[in-house]
């Protein structure tokens, strides 16, 4: 009887708890690449719209923001910026980033952030990615643009991480993360629910 009834309290912490208890138990890590500086047609910013979506996210799912940072930073002027990124994809750069993330086998599920650049993401996520085993682990892509969408960065993320899960990506204009808020809001979170990650 004893027994049962404990069985019953359980059960019943579950029930009224299922989510938290869900996400105490899963491990979420938020990498995100995301520049300041001069923007097109905008002017300087402090923050890049990739860390205002990483940040929705970390406060809608709890998890551990990590900023790939390089050791040496892109150029602020927007011009000198775009031609070092234009050079580094070209050459398939793997510019060395600072700091690590502990404990990465901690982690079960990963989003990665970064905004679009030439096509594709930045150099530096490429070195996060080679940087550590995925193996066995959810990645879940998404960026800022200024019209391109993914721009088949999920497929690139599953090439350069094959014993991944690649979940289905999010796509933002960089001028809704910074300029509506509560859309960008609304559409991480529509999104968070599709892909089974929502509180």
Not at 126 to 149: A, M, Q, R, W
Not at 182 to 199: H, I, P, R, Y
């Amino acid at each position: 009887m004893k027994k049962m009834l404990a069985m019953l309290t359980v059960l019943g912490f579950i029930f009224a708890f299922g989510e938290s208890v869900t996400f105490a138990q899963s491990k979420i890590l938020i990498a995100y690449f995301s520049r300041t500086g001069e923007e097109y047609g905008i002017g300087t910013v402090t923050k890049g719209n990739t860390k205002i979506i990483a940040e929705i996210i970390a406060e809608k799912t709890g998890g551990y923001l990590f900023e790939i940072k390089p050791v040496k930073d892109y150029p602020v002027n927007y011009d000198e910026c775009t031609k070092l990124a234009s050079r580094e994809k070209a050459t398939k750069a793997r510019p060395e980033i600072s700091g690590k993330v502990e404990n990465f086998e901690q982690y079960d599920t990963i989003f990665v952030g970064y905004p679009i650049w030439w096509g594709d993401m930045p150099m530096p996520v490429y070195t996060f990615l080679e940087s550590y085993d995925f193996s066995g682990k959810k990645i879940i892509p998404f960026c800022t643009h200024g019209g391109s969408g993914l721009s088949s960065t999920d497929q690139n993320i599953t090439l350069t991480c094959p014993g991944a899960t690649v979940l289905s990506g999010f796509e933002l204009r960089g001028t809704v993360a910074r300029n509506d808020k509560a859309q960008a809001e609304t559409k991480v979170s529509d999104w968070l629910k599709k892909v089974g990650v929502a509180n």
